[in-house]
C-alpha cells in the first residue's frame, strides 16, 4: 500500500480532481441538509473515501468512519480525517480483523442515524447484535455489488427492518465504477506489481458481470487474449459475442497465465484447477474480500511458499511449478503494493450518488425496509453533475420530439 505524504493535507490533489463531491459540498454548506444527523462511513479509508467524509461533514453531518477492511486503511488520511471538527475516525494503520470487529462495535454505540456502507459489514453488525436497537437508522446506502447481494439476503430472511439503497446497482456507478475503474486498476496493479507486460499473455477472468466484463475488456484491449468462465448462461453468451474465449475453469486453468476473479462468490480457483495450471501461473482477485482463491488449499499442496517481494507470494509445488499469489488473494487493486483503488475521476460519481443516497435518507420521504434502487431522479442529478464538471454538453429533446416519444398514434405528429 502506498502511504501519501503530503504533510499537512493527504487529500488536497484529490479535491481538484472531484468536482461533483467539490459542487455538492459547496451546495451543500448552504443547505446544510445533513445537520443533527450521524453517518457511519464504512469503506476503504483511503483519499477519495476521505473527500465523502469531507462533503458529508461540509452538508452538515457528524460523520463516525470506519474501514470495511483493515488492509486499505491509509494511517496520513485517518490522522487528517480523525483531526477535524465533526468526524471521528474507528481505524488506525495496521489494524487486524479483530481490532476492526472493535472499531465497528464502538462506532455502532454511538448511534448513527445513517450508514453509508462498502460491503455492508458494518449493518450485518448491526443485526447480528441481539441487544442493538434498529429503531432510530433511518437507513443504510450500500456501494458494492457483494453488499447489496449480503442486504438482499437479509431481507430474505426476514431480518433486514430498514430502508438500503442500493447504490451499486444505480447505473451512475456500476456502468464505471465496476467496468472502469476495477478493470484499469487491476489490470494496472498487476502489471506495475509483477513488471509483466499483458500483450500476447493469457487472461482468464472468472465472472462476467460489470467487474469482469471491464477487466476482460481491458485486457485485449492491450493485447491479451481474454478467456472468460461463468456460471450464467446470460453472461456467458455476452461474453462469447462480445469476442472473448467462454471456457469451464478445469479448462481454462491449462491455458492462463492470469487468472483474475471478479464474481463475488468463494473458492472460484482451487485446489483441481491449481493441479493444472501452467509453471509460472499468476493469480489475483478483485471480486470479494479474500475469499474467491482457496489460499489454504494452494498453501496444502505448497512444499515451499515464498515471500518474492511486496505483493506477491510463490507456492512452489511438490512437481516443481510455481504459481504466484497477488496481494494474497485480497482485492489486487486495493491492497496491492502500488494499489491506490480506483481512479477520482469514478469514485467522484460513485461517491456523489453515495452522497445523495444518504441524503435522500435524512430528509427524503420515510421509505419501507428493504432493498431499493436509487430514484431515476437522483441517478440523472448526478450524470447532469458530472457532464458538467467535463465540460460536455449534450442535446435535449424537442417538444415535438417529446411529443412523438409520449405518443402512440404518431402519424398525426410528424
Ligand atoms: N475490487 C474492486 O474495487 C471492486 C469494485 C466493484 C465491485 N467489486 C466486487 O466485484 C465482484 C463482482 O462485481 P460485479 O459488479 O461484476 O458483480 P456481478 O453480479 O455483475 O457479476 C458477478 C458475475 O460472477 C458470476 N459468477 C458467480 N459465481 C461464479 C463462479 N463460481 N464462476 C464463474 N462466474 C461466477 C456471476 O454469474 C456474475 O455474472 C463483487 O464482489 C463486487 O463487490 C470489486
Not at 504533510?7 to 441538509?33: K, M, N
Not at 473527500?51 to 452538508?59: P, S
Amino acid at each position: 500500500m502506498v502511504e501519501r505524504h503530503h504533510a499537512d493535507d493527504p487529500l488536497a490533489r484529490l479535491r481538484e480532481r472531484t468536482p461533483v463531491l467539490q459542487t455538492l459540498s459547496e451546495a451543500g454548506a448552504e443547505d446544510l441538509p445533513f445537520e443533527g444527523t450521524a453517518v457511519a462511513v464504512s469503506s476503504h479509508l483511503e483519499p477519495k473515501t476521505g473527500i465523502f467524509v469531507e462533503t458529508l461533514r461540509d452538508a452538515g453531518a457528524e460523520v463516525l468512519c470506519t474501514a470495511n477492511d483493515p488492509e486499505s486503511v491509509h494511517g496520513d488520511v485517518v490522522a487528517h480525517l480523525d483531526a477535524q471538527p465533526g468526524i471521528t475516525a474507528f481505524a488506525e494503520p495496521g489494524m487486524s480483523e479483530a481490532d476492526l470487529d472493535r472499531a465497528h462495535r464502538e462506532l455502532l454505540d454511538r448511534e448513527p442515524d445513517v450508514l453509508a456502507t462498502d460491503g455492508a459489514e458494518l449493518l450485518a453488525k448491526l443485526y447480528a447484535d441481539p441487544d442493538r436497537s434498529t429503531d432510530e437508522i433511518r437507513g443504510c446506502t450500500e456501494q458494492t455489488t457483494s453488499g447489496v447481494s449480503r442486504a438482499r439476503a437479509m431481507e430474505a430472511d426476514g431480518v433486514l427492518d430498514v430502508p438500503v439503497f442500493a447504490v451499486n446497482h444505480t447505473p451512475m456507478k456500476h456502468w464505471f465504477d465496476n467496468v472502469h475503474g476495477t478493470g484499469e486498476s487491476a489490470l494496472t496493479n498487476v502489471m506495475i506489481s509483477t513488471n509483466t507486460v499483458l500483450s500476447g499473455r493469457t487472461v482468464v477472468v472468472a465472472g462476467y458481470g460489470y467487474v469482469g466484463r471491464g477487466v476482460a475488456t481491458k485486457a485485449r484491449a492491450i493485447g491479451a487474449n481474454t478467456v472468460v468462465t461463468e456460471v450464467d448462461p446470460r453472461k456467458a453468451i455476452r461474453a462469447h459475442m462480445d469476442g472473448h474465449r467462454v471456457l469451464p475453469m478445469d479448462e481454462a486453468a491449462d491455458v492462463g497465465d492470469l487468472f483474475v476473479t471478479a464474481t463475488g462468490n468463494c473458492r472460484v480457483l482451487r485446489a483441481r484447477h491449481f493441479e493444472r495450471m501452467s509453471d509460472g501461473a499468476m493469480l489475483c482477485n478483485v471480486g470479494h474480500r479474500d475469499v474467491e482463491v482457496a489460499v489454504a488449499e494452494l498453501a496444502d499442496m505448497a512444499t515451499e511458499i515464498t515471500d518474492l517481494e511486496e505483493g506477491i507470494t510463490r507456492y512452489s509445488l511438490a512437481d516443481g511449478r510455481e504459481i504466484d499469489l497477488l496481494a494474497e488473494g485480497k482485492l489486487v487493486n486495493l491492497t496491492g503494493p502500488y494499489s491506490q483503488g480506483h481512479p477520482a475521476a469514478v469514485m467522484d460519481s460513485t461517491f456523489g450518488a453515495m452522497f445523495l443516497a444518504a441524503r435522500e435518507l435524512a430528509v427524503g420521504t420515510e421509505r419501507e425496509p428493504g432493498v431499493h434502487q436509487l430514484p431515476e431522479r437522483l441517478d440523472r442529478d448526478i450524470a447532469r453533475l458530472k457532464l458538467d464538471a467535463l465540460g460536455v454538453e449534450i442535446d435535449s429533446l424537442t417538444d415535438l420530439q417529446q411529443r412523438y416519444l409520449d405518443a402512440w398514434q404518431r402519424d398525426e405528429i410528424v
